[in-house]
């Protein structure tokens, strides 16, 4: 079970077609493996996104940061790095960092909020959420999913 201060790593390898003519990754795809990175952090903390949209809750993106500092490019191996900056009953925010490692690095883990990331820093950021319902309308995750606000308070 993950603490919501821990963070999350997961492996990914640069495909081809996630890069540019200039030979290096695309910056839109930063933004889809912090999706990535947020989603095997729930998965790492025993929920399935699945499972959490089934009750009806939704969780979109309102704001987005990406700070790009140097390019990953074709069969890198990076490990997207996740977890929880802070969370309300009605918000969550997600740190993520893009950070290349080599090969012995290029596995899943969850190091504590006190451990040094390994690697190579790309890119950081992150994403901030609001709860709601299917039909748009703001939800108190306390109320509607007390077990899931419990974790990401932790």
Known sequence: M?????????????????????GVVFHG??????????TEWIRRAGYAYKNIEERGLLL????LQCKYISPARYDDTLLICTRV????PLRV????????????????????????LPGELLVSGGT???????QWQPVR????????????KS
């Open 85 to 88: 900056l802070e969370a309300s």
């Open 128 to 134: 901030k959420h609001v709860w709601v319902n299917e």
């Open 141 to 152: 995750l306390s109320k509607s999913f007390p077990e899931l606000y419990d974790l990401l």
């Open 60 to 63: 979109p993106v309102v704001d």
């Open 93 to 116: 925010s997600f740190q993520s960092e893009v950070r290349r490692v080599e090969e012995e690095l290029f596995h899943a883990n969850c190091l504590s909020s006190e451990a040094i």
């Open 2 to 22: 993950t603490s919501s201060s821990d963070w999350v790593l997961h492996p990914l390898r640069v495909r081809y077609q996630e890069t540019d003519r200039m």
């Open 29 to 38: 795809n930063y933004v889809t493996w912090f999706e990535i990175g947020r």
